[in-house]
């Protein structure tokens, strides 16, 4: 596709080292999650901010919260452990940009002792206007946002509350400031060759009927892939009374969006302190013994 084919040399590089965007890495390659961002902007119905963020991870265990130094020397010792760790993602386990300070520091801080290292984020797209060109210049060449819809409307019913410029904002003017972050951030990386993954949490009776139009406006933006991700209803939610995505919905949603843009089909929604390959989370082995002790 022309999108594809304006992806830098060096995107390109980096992604066939990251498991998460690139089929044929997620079997070579191992990533880390660092748990460095507590702090959250935003208030979506699905989420209890009791469990990790939902943008990247499944609800269920709550991750420590790292310092930025704390984080780059368990950086050292997982890669003295896990010699094909390429990745190190930063997805909560609030969202990576309301913790933009926390975020950087960790970043550079694991660049200085290792420029190799390819880095995601995953955010929910509130400050992307403010951070994008911060995350370009960093050279990070990866980016999650979920974005589940494209309508304020639907979004009032997804979005509790949205704090932005030091005020908090309900229903649909929340959903309004927060879609037209997400929009513009996506445009800004896309054309700074950032590959931009999109995930949309899809909720039955909520933004289902709405899914193929937030693909098709993201793909427009420069999305390079969407992850379509079940609603894991999650107690103390607003949602929690919901019920699970059930599996075939959600595949024949993916089938019928894969029409529009490539389709993730092998995310694990993991912790966001996942350390390992996708499909064996050893992040136990490394968790300190007090965490050990609380979880
Ligand atoms: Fe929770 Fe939503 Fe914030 Fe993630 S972005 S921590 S799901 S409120
Ligand atoms: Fe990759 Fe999904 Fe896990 Fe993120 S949550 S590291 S995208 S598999």
Redesign the pocket.
């Known amino acids: 596709s022309p999108v594809t084919k304006k992806i830098p040399r060096e995107t390109l590089e980096k992604t066939e080292r990251h498991?998460?965007y690139s089929f044929g890495a997620h079997h070579k390659f191992a990533?880390m999650?660092l748990p460095v961002a507590p702090q959250c902007n935003i208030s979506c119905n699905y989420c209890n901010r009791k469990y990790d963020c939902t943008n990247?991870?499944r609800p269920g265990v709550t991750s420590e919260v790292l310092s930025p130094v704390a984080a780059g020397s368990k950086f050292i010792r997982v890669r003295e452990k896990i010699p094909n760790l390429s990745v190190v993602?930063i997805?909560g386990p609030g969202d990576a940009l309301a913790n933009w300070p926390e975020t950087r520091k960790t970043i550079e801080l694991i660049q200085a002792s290792d420029p190799e290292v390819v880095f995601c984020l995953?955010t929910n797209g509130l400050m992307l206007p403010a951070y994008a060109p911060e995350i370009v210049e960093l050279g990070i060449k990866h980016v999650?946002v979920t974005v589940n819809c494209v309508d304020p409307e639907i979004g009032s019913k997804i979005y509790r509350h949205v704090f932005y410029q030091g005020r908090k904002y309900k229903g649909i003017e929340a959903a309004r400031i927060l879609l037209e972050n997400q929009l513009a951030g996506i445009t800004y990386l896309a054309r700074h060759g950032v590959l931009v993954?999109v995930n949309i949490v899809m909720m039955i009776g909520v933004n289902d009927g709405h899914i193929q139009a937030v693909v098709k406006r993201v793909k427009e933006l420069g999305a390079f892939i969407t992850?379509i991700m079940p609603l894991i209803p999650a107690q103390g939610s607003v949602f929690e009374n919901f019920s699970q995505t059930p599996v075939k919905a959600l595949n024949e949603m993916r089938d019928l969006c894969q029409e529009e843009l490539q389709q993730m089909r092998?995310?694990?929604?993991?912790r966001a302190d996942?350390i390992g390959m996708?499909y064996d989370d050893r992040s136990p082995e490394f968790r300190s013994p007090v965490e050990k002790g609380r979880t």
């Open positions: 498991p998460c990533r999650h990247e991870s993602g997805a995953s999650t993954k992850n092998h995310c694990q929604q993991c996942a996708l």
